[in-house]
């Protein structure tokens, strides 16, 4: 749940604030002074020197967007094509027949990496959180349907299934970030879990919040157009976290 001893965010007046409060609002004497809103809102701005509305603010979630690109492209020739060709045109082994557990993590590979870095180890694990869910359950008897992922292919739902991959892995950088202070304020391991729901909830109930500015997905869109759209949701994310606490 938190960072390994090796690991600091780093320091500074907004890092000291982000710090602060998630201290308080994992603290057993916390009675609802301080809001998961003001933990995702001082973390924001923390990781984003007070700026989270600049374009450059996207900058510290390379990986991420890399990954939200992959998976993007993923769904892309899902819908086109059905699962067995486009795992096909991967590079992996014909999955029909196969249990999911045999196949999905060599995706997840071709999608993530290795993820040695954090943020590269942060994405991959969000990717695992999604995408794991989303194509297990539609495994019918170890058998490939072309209609399988992300609601049967349709751009609404594709958009829902990358905009979830994004809430989920920012969440995990916060978690990464913070972890070690909540993990010394939080009383218990079930507080500390409850404390990390909320935010997690929040961050993912966010991001669906606001349908606005940026344009539906398109199935034909070329990898310039998923970057652009892929930004312009984790930006008006990051802008809405920051929002959300006054002062």
């Not at 109930?205 to 199935?219: A, V, Y």
Request: hydrophobic residues 40%; charged residues 20%; aromatic residues 6%.
């Amino acid at each position: 749940m938190g960072t390994s001893a090796g690991r600091k965010a780093p320091t500074g007046k907004f890092w000291r604030q982000a710090k602060s409060t998630m201290a308080r609002f994992s603290s057993p004497h916390n009675t609802g002074q301080v809001a998961v809103t003001e933990v995702a809102a001082r973390y924001v701005l923390a990781l984003t020197d007070c700026r989270p509305e600049a374009p450059a603010a996207i900058g510290h979630f390379y990986h991420i967007q890399q990954v939200a690109q992959n998976l993007a492209a993923f769904y892309q020739q899902l819908a086109r094509q059905g699962l067995d060709q486009t795992l096909q045109d991967l590079g992996l082994e014909n999955p029909v027949g196969r249990s999911p557990h045999t196949w999905v993590p060599a995706l997840i590979d071709r999608l993530a990496g290795p993820g040695a870095l954090l943020e590269a180890a942060i994405a991959r694990s969000a990717l695992i959180d999604v995408l794991a869910g989303e194509l297990a359950p539609n495994i019918e008897d170890h058998h490939i349907r072309t209609d399988c992922g992300a609601g049967d292919g349709a751009p609404a739902a594709i958009a829902d299934q990358l905009k979830n991959f994004l809430a989920t892995a920012v969440f995990q950088k916060l978690a990464t970030d913070l972890g070690e202070t909540l993990e010394a304020q939080a009383e218990d391991t079930r507080t500390g879990m409850q404390r990390l729901q909320e935010l997690r909830d929040f961050i993912k109930g966010q991001i669906f919040l606001n349908p606005t500015g940026t344009e539906p997905f398109d199935l034909a869109w070329t990898a310039p157009q998923r970057q652009a759209w892929i930004n312009g949701q984790l930006l008006q994310l990051l802008r809405g976290l920051a929002a959300t606490h006054g002062g």
